[in-house]
Each structure stands twice: as structure tokens, then as C-alpha cells.
């Protein structure tokens, strides 16, 4: 005896046939749902920046950042600004700050000009590495109980300049 198919099972034998037979054109499958109404996704213009800009990640390359501190600490005398950013939290009332830079000045010298300026905004010095860490030299820089304002310097020498990394948060 013969059994007669149902509708469901009907319609979905020609669901499968049906689809197993759309291509795009090219012998691959044709696309589907939102992809085919809306066609490829637009590839970026050669002009377009797929990063953010400046202004709104406060951050600046080859400057100061808008609202980094400069009265705080300010590159040293010949020093070239590589990076610097400024993050203000107002929920905290404390920055985030970056400064990167290169200088052909000795180690030594390099990181005496940034402590100078840290200790004057009275900061105090806690922790000195002059180059355990493969580093020329790094320091830790701590103001009132340290839980909030702290900066971490590093030096790195190569080739005759040293690149200077200065980060940490800042009440300004």
C-alpha cells in the first residue's frame, strides 16, 4: 500500500531541492536573509581613518596631549614627544596620563629631569631600578598615600637616545 506524503513533508523536499539549486552566479551559494538585500559590505575609503581621532581619545602624537599636565612634568630640553595621552575620570577626579619621548640625553640625566619635576609637585620616589629590569632605568613615583597618584617611569637605551615611557594616574 502506498502511503500519500504529507504536506509538511512535501514542502519540505521542495525547500531542499529549491535551495540546493541557488548560486550567486559565480557556482557558490547565493546569499541569504539581510546579506542579499543589502549586498557587500562597503570596504573603507582610502581616505577614511579607521582609527579614532586624536580629540576624542585624548591622546596626540608628537605633542602634549590636550589636558596633560605640563605644569606636572614636561619633556626635558631636547627631548622629541613621541606619544602623550590624557584620560580625565570624573567620577574619580583622577587622570590617566602617558608620555613617551626620546632624548639624547644620558640616562641619568633623563630621569634626574623628570624627578625633579615629580618631587617639586611633591611625589616621592619609592621604588629604583637602575636596570635589573632590562631597562636603563625605571622608578616608581608615589604622592600622599600612593593608593591614588602614582607614576611609573622607564628608560630604554638604544642606539645613543633613550626612549622615556612616563604612566600612572594624577589628581590635577
Request: glycine share 12%; net charge negative.
Amino acid at each position: 500500500m502506498l502511503r500519500r506524503p504529507t504536506a509538511a513533508a512535501l514542502l519540505l523536499a521542495l525547500v531542499a531541492v529549491g535551495a540546493a539549486g541557488c548560486t550567486d552566479g559565480d557556482g557558490g551559494p547565493a546569499p541569504t536573509g539581510s546579506a542579499a538585500a543589502t549586498g557587500p559590505a562597503a570596504a573603507p575609503s582610502p581616505t577614511e581613518s579607521l582609527l579614532p581621532s586624536p580629540t576624542t581619545t585624548g591622546s596626540s602624537v608628537g605633542d602634549l596631549a590636550p589636558g596633560f599636565p605640563s605644569d606636572l612634568v614636561s619633556p626635558p630640553e631636547g627631548s622629541d614627544i613621541l606619544v602623550s595621552s590624557a584620560e580625565p575620570d570624573a567620577a574619580t577626579g583622577l587622570t590617566t596620563i602617558s608620555l613617551n619621548l626620546r632624548s639624547p640625553l644620558a640616562t641619568d640625566q633623563l630621569v634626574q629631569a623628570v624627578r625633579d619635576q615629580l618631587v617639586a609637585a611633591g611625589f616621592a620616589e619609592t621604588v629604583v631600578d637602575p636596570g635589573a629590569t632590562g631597562l636603563a632605568a625605571s622608578s616608581t613615583f608615589v604622592r600622599g598615600d600612593g593608593a591614588a597618584e602614582l607614576l611609573t617611569l622607564g628608560v630604554l637605551d638604544r642606539d645613543g637616545l633613550r626612549t622615556l615611557t612616563l604612566g600612572g594616574t594624577v589628581r590635577l
